[in-house]
T-cell receptor, first 112, second 116 residues
Framework: AQSVAQPEDQVNVAEGNPLTVKCTYS??????LFWYVQYPNRGLQFLLK??????LVKGSYGFEAEFNKSQTSFHLKKPSALVSDSALYFC??????????FGTGTLLAVQP | GAVVSQHPSRVICKSGTSVKIECRSL??????MFWYRQFPKQSLMLMAT?????????EQGVEKDKFLINHASLTLSTLTVTSAHPEDSSFYIC????????????FGEGSRLTVL
């Protein structure tokens, strides 16, 4: 069965420090991987995706993610966190089926 | 980027009534739309896949007679919660994939349903 794991419910980081939000996946076929961000009582905003090509994917707001096939991971990163980055982040994966499966979400808290 | 509009953003209804939520793709055609439900502090649960011109495909455990989905055009899907009960109170989010796009889903802003 397809699944996405986000092992951390919450990540705390000081403003200006680098941040990492972890994600691992299990899908059939070649994976399609996505990161989304959600602010309170809002829908999800697309950040970035990996379909094929370079393993390092750059997205919106300075975020990037690295696809690691051997570790089945797609961790989200940013070199320097901002307080405004504080939100709920979802990793999602699709494979041979048309559906996207979402992880449980990681709350990112950036302290000033 | 592509825009998906969802309406209403908030709705309060009495138990036993029905509520309709609309999802529109504003600047692209979407042959497939998805309806999710999100409980507080939890992830998105896929409820059903809405297919233009045909019946929706429901996920296991989702009552199709309870959550009616209609995808009458390439830009509009509707979710109707019938005979709503307090346990149906939730945040419902729709999404659509641009048929000509790169595979990512674009999400509506969500609809907060409260059943009294």
């Amino acid at each position: 069965a397809q699944s996405v794991a986000q092992p951390e419910d919450q990540v705390n980081v000081a403003e200006g420090n680098p941040l990492t939000v972890k994600c691992t996946y299990s899908v059939s076929g070649n994976p399609y991987l996505f990161w989304y961000v959600q602010y309170p009582n809002r829908g999800l905003q697309f950040l970035l995706k990996y379909i094929t090509g370079d393993n390092l994917v750059k997205g919106s707001y300075g975020f990037e993610a690295e696809f690691n096939k051997s570790q089945t991971s797609f961790h989200l990163k940013k070199p320097s966190a901002l307080v405004s980055d504080s939100a709920l982040y979802f990793c999602a994966a699709g494979g041979a089926t048309n559906k996207l499966i979402f992880g449980t979400g990681t709350l990112l808290a950036v302290q000033p | 980027g592509a825009v998906v509009s969802q309406h209403p953003s908030r709705v309060i209804c009495k138990s036993g009534t029905s509520v309709k939520i609309e999802c529109r793709s504003l600047d692209f055609q979407a042959t497939t739309m998805f309806w999710y439900r999100q409980f507080p502090k939890q992830s998105l649960m896929l409820m059903a896949t809405s297919n233009e011109g045909s019946k929706a495909t429901y996920e296991q455990g989702v009552e199709k007679d309870k959550f009616l989905i209609n995808h009458a055009s390439l830009t509009l899907s509707t979710l109707t919660v019938t005979s709503a009960h307090p346990e149906d109170s939730s945040f419902y989010i729709c999404s659509a994939r641009n048929s000509q796009g790169g595979g990512e889903l674009f999400f509506g802003e969500g609809s907060r349903l409260t059943v009294l």
